[in-house]
């Protein structure tokens, strides 16, 4: 017994005086964030031991006091025994899956708590892979194994017994040794033992699974990984029956010489255990239905890279291969069935319950050709051509494709800009509306709880930031909740957003934004419709005052997700303990890296205390009611801390003789067990180490409704949060007693009267500093379309919209809610006549779909007719009908105007598309004058963008002609004989392609223009596209209109692309007036053109942009018109004329010699791609300005050569800085 003893001491001895520092570092990503239930690997991988310090079957049974003092035991003491009967309910699982996502497409959240975790520890240079992981938010839900190997029936125990201590003040932390006299059992105190996994020194790889489920069965898989090799080499399984007191190896059962890769866990049966072996020996899974205790082996024929287990069928797996094939197995993988080839990875998902029809539905995304894929419907053992559903009409991008809760959303991109879909419940596809002029560049959805749709949107105009949008339920309609969120790439190029939601309380969410270059926290209680800095704490750890002050300095917390899931990570909240809020942070004007400490709120985020001036780790005990905290270090640590109430103090327990260097912490945290694993390592040299701690001992009983309180949530000084006034019922803090895991959180909850900000902004509307919600200048309230049938009625905005799931009691008169509007009879407007593919061509002998839209008007009523343009035509008695698109084949080449029209017996609208078949489409833009003289020639050309080396054919296409004129030139001089609107429609043709463009002409006999200039800050708002452009010329028009008193159909504003933003106000004769009355008309034009120069001049004319934004719109100077003289007699003021002309033109000459010199020839801009290239060159007529032939200009062709070849020079991308001028040239009036 002696020489027994002393050979221990020496072993301890030799262990603390030449321990090897092993620094830990964790470094992980979320490839893939929630995919229903797919399984990634969970790999942990220990420090490269050669020697095994310490043999099996030794015992070694301890006493430590609360001075972490060795106390001797008799050997008659016995062996350790697990002292609880709780059962295990919940799993820890880690299992095996793909690699991650890199693409820049629609990405998914982490969502349920079934989602599994994969990671990859390397010690001494750990390395993680997370794959998948839970809701941070909700205590990791891993279905884990950690791991590090023992031989065979190898027993090595060692036995903590009953370390305890007292309860320390909130200044005493970390470092300080606690006091008080040896434990007693009644006293609060931890059972602990710890058993060495010895004999696989040499493996450096584990995965650990913790069965759960009234189970008290751990799995450890260990593996030698070689770095060199890419393989693993050899592997042993390990099983614990006793909640990991002791450990039986289990080779013999898998057959010794099968190299095991990984281990899944089917989530809704943790009995049945699916382990694969490493394909470079062989292709095979091993099968488990007892939770390991035996496996039956079946060999397969692919190289599986992840599976998906089915959410409902125990038996249904997905795996997916390495060479991009989708398999199927319905009997728990003994048998494999090929879905679908060329399958995107981790772009497939099984039936969602009670949405799709079938339980055995599988979505695909499938890869058709480079950057295009489409989105495949079929069941998962019948998934033949004939079988399948391509429910998206047409292709999609390739890795858009996400399937989650009632959502589908895919991504499409054509001319280079992305178009978002979204399918609600399994509906069709609706284009998913941003804000006109957010211009999204990247997408990815965050969240789709509670029926919404939460989605970080980079915008046009942001580079490192994205802005964080809120959608109403279908996912149609977003909204700006915060700008300028703070991001980062992961190391596959994965986005993580600063952005966590708090669990347990409703509309709660924390979010960091970049402010002037800082990086500051922000918390909102109305699901982001107001944000607020977070309050810093009055003390700090040690009791001392800090005086930081709001706005000026405040609180900033780490919001990142737990790169390492057997860590706490950053922040951590739980849903049984609603208001309590964990995190690293620190105090000042901006988030930093250093300085960090441990913050603490249990009042939901109103007032904050500092708990630890170091970083730790922090996990909920017992349900909440306690907390369990870790330092966060490289150093070796044997202490633990425990706090019964809230963390106002913290008792220090120790759970190991010798430091350990902590790898992670392994916990069931829904379980009643109150068991917890810590594993890690004594030095590099030594094998991984498991310590099982039993914490029942800190509590003394079960709580009683006595041992309760009552905490009322609140928002500052408001009672009300979401619409009602809510109380929780908590632990009295310091009460040692076992809170019972269905206890109500909720005490008490009264609904509260509406106000503004139970309401969000509805679509189109912008809260206003006032808080109340206006139209944005882009948003006509009165322009949006409704549907519905006769004596029916609609609902129609007011601005807001309830925020999804506010519960809000409205009283009295509502000024919020939508008004119920009796629907009125209305002609048909707006349709729109499209093919399913939107492309305008197709190959002879093709399904063509036809797609129509009607934008207002009753459907019911309305017939719709549809005329081929082949001599066929079909009528329908409703636009209901024509939901599924019209098929129709052609049989002939050629190019046909399709038709359709819409009645009713209030009106009619039609709509025209001209379909090339065989020729299939690309891009052209049409440069037009916005207003041409009627009989004068003008000039029109066709751009195509990119450039072609191939010859092209144009197709011209005037109002209502029945064939059009066909050039192979880009440039056609035409004269329009009717005055009015004439609508111009170019084709172009390559090859196969064809691609449209249309202009809507204004053809007057004479018109008078101004040039136009605004305010810089325009500039600021200007994203150079024409749509924007036409938005911004109708508002000036309205503000013209306003100050002068003329009507909106005589002014006309078209502005000009490039920066700075410049205008041109076109002021036509009234159509009222007769032709007789031309003299007087055009004396009216001059003295409507008077008096715009003067309210010009005079600042009258402005709008403002949007809040705080003011426009002030101002003249430039006159433009050229030409002149008309219809006198034929040669009278001395014509002489004059003449001689004018003559020197005007010697002036035209040297124009256009140096026409590069001329802005509106040559604009130059440094942004290219994503803008339509736009040279407008219109005239007027003004008897009293410069008198110029239009043939003396150049011609619009070597106009656009000029701006193409300045395009081409300038280079194209908005990356780059946009700088352009523009000048404009004097004008003398002869």
């Given at each position: 017994?002696?020489?027994?003893?002393?050979?221990?001491?020496?072993?301890?001895?030799?262990?603390?005086?030449?321990?090897?520092?092993?620094?830990?570092?964790?470094?992980?990503?979320?490839?893939?964030?929630?995919?229903?239930?797919?399984?990634?690997?969970?790999?942990?991988?220990?420090?490269?031991?050669?020697?095994?310090?310490?043999?099996?079957?030794?015992?070694?049974?301890?006493?430590?006091?609360?001075?972490?003092?060795?106390?001797?035991?008799?050997?008659?003491?016995?062996?350790?025994?697990?002292?609880?009967?709780?059962?295990?309910?919940?799993?820890?699982?880690?299992?095996?899956?793909?690699?991650?996502?890199?693409?820049?497409?629609?990405?998914?959240?982490?969502?349920?708590?079934?989602?599994?975790?994969?990671?990859?520890?390397?010690?001494?240079?750990?390395?993680?892979?997370?794959?998948?992981?839970?809701?941070?938010?909700?205590?990791?839900?891993?279905?884990?194994?950690?791991?590090?190997?023992?031989?065979?029936?190898?027993?090595?125990?060692?036995?903590?017994?009953?370390?305890?201590?007292?309860?320390?003040?909130?200044?005493?932390?970390?470092?300080?040794?606690?006091?008080?006299?040896?434990?007693?059992?009644?006293?609060?105190?931890?059972?602990?033992?710890?058993?060495?996994?010895?004999?696989?020194?040499?493996?450096?790889?584990?995965?650990?699974?913790?069965?759960?489920?009234?189970?008290?069965?751990?799995?450890?898989?260990?593996?030698?990984?070689?770095?060199?090799?890419?393989?693993?080499?050899?592997?042993?399984?390990?099983?614990?029956?006793?909640?990991?007191?002791?450990?039986?190896?289990?080779?013999?059962?898998?057959?010794?010489?099968?190299?095991?890769?990984?281990?899944?866990?089917?989530?809704?049966?943790?009995?049945?255990?699916?382990?694969?072996?490493?394909?470079?020996?062989?292709?095979?899974?091993?099968?488990?239905?007892?939770?390991?205790?035996?496996?039956?082996?079946?060999?397969?024929?692919?190289?599986?890279?992840?599976?998906?287990?089915?959410?409902?069928?125990?038996?249904?797996?997905?795996?997916?291969?390495?060479?991009?094939?989708?398999?199927?197995?319905?009997?728990?993988?003994?048998?494999?069935?090929?879905?679908?080839?060329?399958?995107?990875?981790?772009?497939?998902?099984?039936?969602?319950?009670?949405?799709?029809?079938?339980?055995?539905?599988?979505?695909?995304?499938?890869?058709?050709?480079?950057?295009?894929?489409?989105?495949?419907?079929?069941?998962?053992?019948?998934?033949?051509?004939?079988?399948?559903?391509?429910?998206?009409?047409?292709?999609?991008?390739?890795?858009?494709?996400?399937?989650?809760?009632?959502?589908?959303?895919?991504?499409?991109?054509?001319?280079?800009?992305?178009?978002?879909?979204?399918?609600?419940?399994?509906?069709?596809?609706?284009?998913?509306?941003?804000?006109?002029?957010?211009?999204?560049?990247?997408?990815?959805?965050?969240?789709?709880?509670?029926?919404?749709?939460?989605?970080?949107?980079?915008?046009?105009?942001?580079?490192?930031?994205?802005?964080?949008?809120?959608?109403?339920?279908?996912?149609?309609?977003?909204?700006?909740?915060?700008?300028?969120?703070?991001?980062?790439?992961?190391?596959?190029?994965?986005?993580?957003?600063?952005?966590?939601?708090?669990?347990?309380?409703?509309?709660?969410?924390?979010?960091?934004?970049?402010?002037?270059?800082?990086?500051?926290?922000?918390?909102?209680?109305?699901?982001?419709?107001?944000?607020?800095?977070?309050?810093?704490?009055?003390?700090?750890?040690?009791?001392?005052?800090?005086?930081?002050?709001?706005?000026?300095?405040?609180?900033?917390?780490?919001?990142?997700?737990?790169?390492?899931?057997?860590?706490?990570?950053?922040?951590?909240?739980k849903k049984s303990v609603p208001g309590i809020i964990v995190a690293t942070g620190n105090?000042?004007?901006?988030?930093?890296?250093?300085?960090?400490?441990?913050?603490?709120?249990?009042?939901?985020?109103?007032?904050?205390?500092?708990?630890?001036?170091?970083?730790?780790?922090?996990?909920?005990?017992?349900?909440?009611?306690?907390?369990?905290?870790?330092?966060?270090?490289?150093?070796?640590?044997?202490?633990?801390?425990?706090?019964?109430?809230?963390?106002?103090?913290?008792?220090?327990?120790?759970f190991s003789l010798v430091p350990l260097y902590v790898d992670g912490v392994l916990m069931?945290?829904?379980?009643?067990?109150?068991?917890?694993?810590?594993?890690?390592?004594?030095?590099?040299?030594?094998?991984?180490?498991?310590?099982?701690?039993?914490?029942?001992?800190?509590?003394?009983?079960?709580?009683?409704?006595?041992?309760?309180?009552?905490?009322?949530?609140?928002?500052?000084?408001?009672?009300?949060?979401?619409?009602?006034?809510?109380?929780?019922?908590?632990?009295?803090?310091?009460?040692?007693?076992?809170?019972?895991?269905?206890?109500?959180?909720?005490?008490?909850?009264?609904?509260?009267?509406?106000?503004?900000?139970?309401?969000?902004?509805?679509?189109?509307?912008?809260?206003?500093?006032?808080?109340?919600?206006?139209?944005?200048?882009?948003?006509?309230?009165?322009?949006?379309?409704?549907?519905?049938?006769?004596?029916?009625?609609?609902?129609?905005?007011?601005?807001?919209?309830?925020?999804?799931?506010?519960?809000?009691?409205?009283?009295?008169?509502?000024?919020?809610?939508?008004?119920?509007?009796?629907?009125?009879?209305?002609?048909?407007?707006?349709?729109?006549?499209?093919?399913?593919?939107?492309?305008?061509?197709?190959?002879?002998?093709?399904?063509?779909?036809?797609?129509?839209?009607?934008?207002?008007?009753?459907?019911?009523?309305?017939?719709?007719?549809?005329?081929?343009?082949?001599?066929?035509?079909?009528?329908?008695?409703?636009?209901?009908?024509?939901?599924?698109?019209?098929?129709?084949?052609?049989?002939?080449?050629?190019?046909?105007?399709?038709?359709?029209?819409?009645?009713?017996?209030?009106?009619?609208?039609?709509?025209?598309?001209?379909?090339?078949?065989?020729?299939?489409?690309?891009?052209?833009?049409?440069?037009?004058?916005?207003?041409?003289?009627?009989?004068?020639?003008?000039?029109?050309?066709?751009?195509?963008?990119?450039?072609?080396?191939?010859?092209?054919?144009?197709?011209?296409?005037?109002?209502?002609?029945?064939?059009?004129?066909?050039?192979?030139?880009?440039?056609?001089?035409?004269?329009?004989?009717?005055?009015?609107?004439?609508?111009?429609?170019?084709?172009?043709?390559?090859?196969?392609?064809?691609?449209?463009?249309?202009?809507?002409?204004?053809?007057?006999?004479?018109?008078?223009?101004?040039?136009?200039?605004?305010?810089?800050?325009?500039?600021?708002?200007?994203?150079?596209?024409?749509?924007?452009?036409?938005?911004?010329?109708?508002?000036?028009?309205?503000?013209?209109?306003?100050?002068?008193?003329?009507?909106?159909?005589?002014?006309?504003?078209?502005?000009?692309?490039?920066?700075?933003?410049?205008?041109?106000?076109?002021?036509?004769?009234?159509?009222?007036?007769?032709?007789?009355?031309?003299?007087?008309?055009?004396?009216?034009?001059?003295?409507?053109?008077?008096?715009?120069?003067?309210?010009?001049?005079?600042?009258?004319?402005?709008?403002?942009?949007?809040?705080?934004?003011?426009?002030?719109?101002?003249?430039?100077?006159?433009?050229?018109?030409?002149?008309?003289?219809?006198?034929?007699?040669?009278?001395?003021?014509?002489?004059?004329?003449?001689?004018?002309?003559?020197?005007?033109?010697?002036?035209?000459?040297?124009?256009?010699?140096?026409?590069?010199?001329?802005?509106?020839?040559?604009?130059?801009?440094?942004?290219?791609?994503?803008?339509?290239?736009?040279?407008?060159?219109?005239?007027?007529?003004?008897?009293?300005?410069?008198?110029?032939?239009?043939?003396?200009?150049?011609?619009?062709?070597?106009?656009?050569?000029?701006?193409?070849?300045?395009?081409?020079?300038?280079?194209?991308?908005?990356?780059?800085?946009?700088?352009?001028?523009?000048?404009?040239?004097?004008?003398?009036?002869?």
């Open positions: 017994m002696t020489l027994w003893s002393f050979w221990s001491c020496f072993l301890l001895a030799f262990i603390q005086l030449f321990p090897i520092h092993i620094k830990l570092a964790a470094r992980a990503e979320i490839s893939f964030p929630r995919l229903e239930k797919r399984f990634h690997p969970m790999e942990v991988t220990s420090p490269t031991g050669h020697t095994i310090r310490k043999s099996a079957g030794i015992k070694v049974s301890l006493k430590v006091n609360d001075r972490n003092e060795v106390l001797h035991r008799s050997e008659t003491d016995g062996p350790a025994r697990p002292k609880y009967k709780q059962e295990v309910k919940n799993e820890t699982l880690l299992t095996n899956g793909s690699t991650g996502n890199n693409s820049k497409n629609l990405k998914i959240p982490d969502k349920k708590c079934d989602n599994i975790s994969t990671a990859e520890i390397e010690t001494p240079e750990a390395t993680f892979s997370v794959g998948e992981r839970k809701k941070r938010s909700v205590g990791v839900s891993y279905s884990g194994n950690v791991d590090r190997s023992i031989t065979g029936e190898a027993r090595r125990s060692v036995r903590t017994v009953h370390g305890a201590s007292n309860f320390r003040s909130e200044s005493r932390r970390t470092g300080e040794e606690s006091r008080g006299s040896n434990p007693k059992q009644s006293e609060p105190h931890l059972d602990t033992s710890t058993f060495a996994l010895s004999g696989d020194s040499t493996h450096n790889q584990a995965m650990v699974h913790w069965s759960g489920q009234n189970s008290s069965v751990i799995l450890i898989l260990t593996k030698l990984y070689d770095l060199t090799m890419g393989t693993v080499t050899e592997s042993s399984l390990w099983r614990s029956a006793d909640y990991g007191s002791t450990y039986t190896k289990l080779n013999d059962k898998v057959t010794s010489r099968t190299v095991l890769s990984y281990l899944y866990v089917c989530p809704t049966n943790k009995q049945k255990i699916l382990m694969l072996s490493d394909p470079e020996v062989e292709s095979a899974v091993l099968i488990s239905s007892d939770e390991g205790a035996s496996f039956e082996k079946f060999p397969i024929n692919f190289n599986v890279l992840s599976l998906l287990f089915h959410p409902a069928q125990e038996n249904w797996i997905l795996a997916y291969s390495h060479d991009y094939k989708l398999y199927s197995s319905m009997d728990f993988g003994k048998k494999w069935q090929l879905v679908h080839e060329n399958v995107m990875p981790g772009r497939f998902y099984w039936a969602v319950m009670g949405l799709d029809r079938e339980s055995d539905v599988v979505h695909i995304e499938t890869r058709i050709a480079k950057g295009r894929a489409q989105y495949v419907k079929c069941r998962a053992q019948r998934c033949t051509e004939g079988d399948r559903q391509y429910l998206f009409p047409g292709h999609v991008d390739t890795n858009s494709l996400v399937v989650q809760d009632e959502y589908v959303f895919t991504q499409v991109t054509k001319s280079g800009r992305a178009s978002y879909f979204v399918s609600y419940m399994r509906e069709s596809f609706r284009q998913m509306k941003l804000p006109k002029y957010c211009l999204p560049k990247d997408m990815h959805i965050i969240s789709t709880d509670e029926k919404q749709v939460f989605a970080a949107v980079q915008e046009w105009n942001q580079n490192n930031t994205y802005s964080l949008y809120i959608s109403d339920s279908p996912g149609v309609y977003f909204i700006l909740s915060l700008e300028n969120l703070r991001t980062s790439r992961g190391p596959a190029g994965n986005l993580l957003v600063d952005f966590y939601k708090v669990e347990g309380i409703n509309g709660m969410y924390l979010a960091n934004k970049i402010v002037d270059n800082h990086i500051k926290t922000f918390i909102t209680y109305n699901k982001g419709q107001t944000w607020a800095l977070l309050p810093a704490p009055t003390t700090d750890v040690s009791g001392k005052n800090l005086h930081c002050i709001l706005p000026f300095c405040s609180l900033h917390l780490h919001l990142e997700m737990s790169e390492n899931p057997y860590t706490s990570g950053p922040i951590t909240s105090i000042g004007n901006e988030l930093s890296s250093t300085n960090l400490g441990m913050f603490i709120t249990s009042d939901a985020g109103n007032s904050w205390r500092q708990i630890f001036d170091e970083e730790y780790n922090i996990w909920f005990l017992d349900n909440g009611g306690a907390l369990l905290a870790v330092l966060h270090a490289a150093m070796p640590i044997r202490q633990l801390w425990i706090s019964l109430d809230e963390g106002k103090k913290w008792d220090r327990h120790s069931e945290p829904e379980s009643d067990n109150h068991i917890i694993t810590f594993f890690g390592h004594f030095s590099h040299r030594s094998e991984w180490q498991l310590i099982k701690i039993d914490y029942k001992g800190l509590f003394s009983r079960r709580c009683m409704d006595g041992d309760y309180q009552t905490w009322s949530l609140h928002n500052k000084e408001q009672q009300c949060v979401m619409g009602e006034k809510q109380k929780y019922m908590k632990r009295r803090p310091g009460n040692r007693c076992m809170l019972a895991q269905d206890y109500s959180r909720i005490y008490s909850s009264e609904p509260c009267t509406c106000n503004a900000y139970d309401f969000e902004c509805d679509y189109g509307w912008e809260r206003q500093a006032d808080g109340k919600c206006s139209p944005a200048f882009w948003f006509n309230p009165n322009g949006v379309a409704k549907s519905c049938s006769s004596s029916q009625s609609f609902l129609n905005s007011t601005g807001y919209r309830k925020v999804l799931s506010n519960n809000c009691k409205e009283e009295g008169r509502n000024v919020y809610s939508p008004k119920r509007v009796a629907c009125q009879p209305k002609p048909p407007q707006g349709l729109h006549l499209s093919t399913s593919h939107g492309e305008l061509s197709a190959a002879i002998g093709s399904n063509v779909t036809f797609m129509i839209h009607l934008d207002n008007g009753e459907s019911p009523s309305t017939s719709i007719q549809l005329d081929f343009g082949d001599g066929i035509k079909i009528t329908y008695s409703n636009l209901s009908r024509t939901d599924d698109g019209i098929k129709h084949i052609y049989r002939k080449t050629g190019i046909y105007r399709v038709i359709a029209t819409a009645e009713n017996n209030l009106g009619s609208d039609s709509s025209a598309l001209f379909l090339h078949i065989t020729s299939p489409v690309d891009r052209v833009y049409l440069s037009a004058p916005i207003v041409a003289i009627r009989e004068k020639a003008a000039n029109l050309t066709a751009v195509v963008w990119p450039s072609h080396t191939r010859t092209l054919t144009f197709f011209w296409w005037f109002e209502n002609s029945s064939e059009p004129i066909i050039t192979l030139e880009g440039s056609i001089s035409h004269m329009f004989l009717r005055e009015g609107e004439n609508k111009v429609t170019v084709q172009v043709a390559c090859g196969s392609s064809v691609l449209e463009d249309s202009k809507v002409i204004t053809v007057k006999e004479y018109f008078r223009s101004l040039l136009l200039s605004f305010s810089p800050a325009l500039d600021e708002h200007n994203p150079d596209i024409p749509e924007w452009r036409e938005d911004i010329g109708r508002v000036v028009r309205t503000a013209l209109s306003q100050v002068s008193g003329v009507s909106e159909s005589q002014l006309m504003v078209s502005l000009y692309p490039g920066l700075p933003t410049t205008a041109e106000l076109f002021m036509l004769s009234d159509e009222q007036m007769s032709s007789e009355h031309k003299k007087r008309s055009e004396e009216a034009l001059d003295t409507i053109s008077d008096i715009f120069v003067t309210a010009l001049n005079q600042g009258l004319v402005h709008f403002e942009l949007k809040a705080n934004i003011h426009i002030v719109v101002s003249m430039t100077q006159q433009t050229l018109a030409p002149l008309v003289d219809s006198n034929s007699i040669h009278s001395g003021p014509a002489m004059l004329m003449l001689i004018s002309v003559v020197f005007v033109g010697i002036a035209a000459f040297f124009i256009y010699k140096f026409k590069r010199k001329i802005p509106w020839i040559h604009v130059e801009t440094e942004d290219r791609h994503e803008k339509d290239p736009e040279v407008i060159s219109t005239v007027g007529q003004n008897d009293a300005m410069c008198k110029v032939k239009l043939s003396e200009f150049p011609s619009q062709k070597e106009l656009m050569e000029k701006e193409l070849e300045g395009r081409s020079r300038g280079g194209f991308g908005r990356n780059m800085e946009r700088i352009v001028t523009r000048e404009f040239p004097n004008c003398t009036n002869v």
